[in-house]
């Protein structure tokens, strides 16, 4: 691109952003109610919702009652639900295996959203940490996070996930080779439809705080995350594990966390034009929460800003908490 300035007064920028409608007219990038994934949190029991102390807003909920909120969020024209099961300390193993057991919480949430809204889009998410002893997403073998046989353990969940009625795999757990191992195993079970949405560029962020909290996963874990998440400080390796992922067969691709990665999403969209889509992680949305409860912000209008700054760095969607209170306003 070449442009092409007059100079001032034959061009006056502030021209164009004199009025709503000139704005409007102008405008590069739009947010719709289309774009959003709405992360909700699952955990066992009847009749429960339970507040998550660290995400003002946020619940944790039973079967019954996330069937409630996709009724809700349909309702407000939202197309797509990710689901994360709450687990305790008592429901977690050293073998992981309630994580691709058919009866547990995020799969029976997953037939409970399709069968209360048949139309929404359902998303898992495909790690261990949720239902290991030590709160990693894989196997933990003498202190070192092993990596083949936590991909075999993988696939076991996405297939159950699969057979639950997930529309959309994500595998947020930075194993390497489990795209490849997942896509081949849906292929193999008749599940050629379903999608994988990679977490192909997740950071070791300290933005995680609050969902570990949501998920029981805060008082597990030993150690940290940083051998198989990515390390803050790069960028091209960024590029190097998308082009990995969508080589394996990824049909879209996720950056996360999101704003202060936001130079990652452009890369990675201008690089492989594929669907990028971003997570506004618990971090996130907790700090824009907790400014917006002081009044030392305007919540809603820099809610609807943080997630216009996706779309702006080259999203075609973002998983983001806020999902229902930005549908309530762009409906406005």
Wanted: net charge negative; glycine share 10%.
């Amino acid at each position: 691109m070449h442009p092409v300035h007059a100079p001032f007064p034959a061009m006056r920028l502030r021209r164009t952003r004199a009025t709503p409608s000139i704005r409007a007219l102008v405008r590069e990038n739009a947010l719709s109610v289309g774009d959003l994934i709405w992360p909700v949190f699952v955990r066992s029991g009847e009749g429960i919702e339970e507040p998550v102390p660290s995400m003002p807003g946020v619940m944790r909920r039973s079967v019954d009652k996330v069937a409630e909120a996709a009724r809700a969020a349909a309702d407000l024209g939202i197309g797509a639900m990710c689901v994360f099961p709450y687990t305790g300390l008592a429901d977690r193993t050293e073998d992981c295996a309630g994580a691709w057991g058919p009866e547990n919480p995020a799969n029976r949430a997953i037939r409970a959203i399709k069968a209360a809204v048949p139309q929404m889009a359902v998303m898992s998410d495909v790690a261990l940490d949720t239902y290991n002893i030590n709160g990693h997403d894989g196997f933990v073998e003498d202190g070192i996070i092993v990596n083949d046989r936590t991909v075999e353990a993988l696939v076991k969940m996405a297939l159950a996930q699969a057979n639950a009625g997930a529309d959309i795999i994500g595998p947020s757990d930075m194993m390497d080779g489990r795209i490849g191992a997942i896509r081949t195993a849906l292929e193999g079970a008749g599940h050629s439809d379903v999608m994988i949405l990679s977490y192909a560029a997740k950071y070791a962020s300290a933005f995680y705080g609050p969902f570990r909290d949501a998920v029981g996963a805060s008082g597990a874990l030993t150690g940290d995350k940083k051998t198989y998440q990515m390390d803050p400080a790069n960028g091209d390796e960024a590029l190097r594990l998308v082009a990995r992922d969508l080589s394996e067969g990824a049909d879209m691709v996720m950056v996360k966390p999101g704003l202060p990665y936001l130079d990652i999403c452009r890369r990675v969209k201008d690089a492989f034009g594929a669907p990028t889509f971003a997570y506004q992680v618990s971090g996130e949305y907790a700090m824009i929460k907790a400014a917006g409860a002081n009044g030392w912000i305007d919540e809603e209008r820099v809610m609807m800003e943080s997630l216009m700054a996706f779309k702006r760095a080259g999203c075609d969607g973002v998983l983001t908490y806020f999902a229902p209170d930005a549908a309530k306003v762009l409906s406005m």
